[in-house]
């Protein structure tokens, strides 16, 4: 029948029925829905493209919704549906999205990445997107809800104050978690696509000098954070991985310390022979309950960073010109370089999966250049004892840095 304000009044239920629906007969899937106690309510039916099942949208009750504006929204609910839209199924989700804060996401989302982070990945993680005030105020908000806009203003308070390169970090762990609530259909966008980048962090390239060197291994104290930092300077390792160092992961008799890949930046087990200068260094630890050689967090080791390298820098006074804990690493790849040693087994030694050992070329070189980094590392060693020590060295050096 055609459903217009005459047929609307007149309609009865159906003798014995509660729930009935009248269709239209010029407008496939507009109806006049009827339910005792009077209601009379219009609705359009539908079914969503792929799926066996109908769904159902209310367009308004009767002398509230005239006939033609209830016929009207019906033909443009099903216009979407024949483009492939599905009006009721997008409302669920924004109503499940509404019910989902960031807060409540962000802990699923942790939860997911953590066996895959290193452990300081994941707490730097959850430092700005739980811990920290980086993103506090949108906690609370639905995480389908939270616009550009709000996502750049933090952007930008962060940059104010902190700095710009703790603002590009910041967006770059938002960034990855928007994009997992993306395939867990959590929201339809990611709000940070199209925010300013901030200025990223520019690579250094401090090289410290031999005079330099020297200061800052004599400076350095016999607590923990003077043998990792002399550690530092003999194995050019990563501060974590040093600062983690465990007994567990050492084998003093063959004098060789294999660094477990859950702890390696690039997900690799590393072994090395420890150089005798190093073996002499972690001799001086005294050995606890505990398997981390220094002491820190129960499951991190060494943590006191910061207040360490300041009393250190106090130390040094103007003898060390500012510089930071990684350049270490990076004066210790340049000064085997100046020693001689072959730039793949100067990466061999760091752990570095990189130039040679990437690509087509590290598909089928697998060596680790064992005994080549043993050498590397003796001729190293022997080269910053003869500094420290004021010696000549037994190393003939091919360039000499001041």
């Not at 239209?24 to 829905?33: I, K, N, Q, T, V």
């Not at 811990?131 to 609370?140: Q, T």
């Not at 974590?240 to 084998?251: A, D, F, H, K, T």
Request: aromatic share 6%; glycine share 8%; hydrophobic share 40%.
């Amino acid at each position: 029948m055609k459903l217009d304000t005459r047929t609307a009044a007149t309609l009865q239920l159906p003798a014995g029925k509660a729930d009935h629906i009248f269709w239209d007969e010029d407008l496939a899937g507009f109806g006049l829905r009827l339910r005792q106690g009077g209601r009379r309510v219009w609705i359009a039916q539908y079914r969503p493209s792929g799926s066996r099942r109908t769904r159902r949208a209310t367009l308004g009750a009767v002398g509230t919704v005239t006939p033609a504006q209830a016929r009207d929204e019906a033909r443009k609910l099903l216009a979407r549906v024949a483009l492939g839209g599905d009006p009721q199924g997008e409302k669920a989700t924004r109503r499940a999205q509404s019910a989902l804060t960031f807060r409540a996401a962000v802990e699923a989302y942790l939860d997911a990445k953590k066996p895959g982070l290193r452990a300081v990945s994941y707490r730097l993680t959850k430092l700005y997107l739980l811990d920290g005030d980086y993103f506090r105020p949108l906690h609370s908000v639905a995480v389908g809800a939270i616009t550009r806009q709000e996502i750049a203003a933090r952007l930008s308070s962060i940059a104010r104050q902190r700095s710009a390169h703790v603002a590009a970090a910041a967006r770059r762990a938002i960034s990855a978690a928007f994009r997992w609530f993306l395939e867990e259909a959590w929201t339809s966008t990611n709000p940070v696509i199209g925010t300013r980048r901030p200025a990223d962090y520019k690579p250094r390239d401090r090289v410290l000098t031999n005079a330099e060197l020297v200061a800052i291994w004599s400076s350095s104290g016999d607590d923990d954070f003077g043998r990792i930092v002399r550690l530092l300077v003999l194995l050019g390792s990563r501060r974590q991985e040093v600062g983690g160092m465990r007994w567990s992961e050492l084998n003093l008799a063959a004098g060789t310390w294999t660094l477990p890949s859950e702890r390696s930046k690039n997900h690799r087990a590393h072994t090395i022979a420890l150089p005798g200068a190093a073996l002499e260094i972690i001799a001086t630890v005294p050995q606890t309950h505990r398997d981390h050689l220094f002491a820190g967090r129960a499951q991190e080791g060494f943590t006191s960073w910061s207040c360490s390298k300041r009393d250190l820098d106090q130390r040094l006074a103007d003898r060390v010109k500012p510089w930071h804990l990684h350049d270490i690493r990076r004066t210790v790849a340049i000064g085997m370089a100046d020693l001689g040693v072959e730039p793949h087994h100067i990466e061999a030694a760091l752990n570095h999966f990189s130039g040679h050992r990437r690509g087509v070329a590290g598909v089928y070189n697998r060596s680790n250049y064992d005994r080549a980094v043993k050498q590397a590392l003796a001729r190293w060693s022997e080269h910053v004892m003869a500094l420290v020590e004021g010696r000549e060295s037994k190393v003939v050096a091919l360039s000499q840095r001041a």
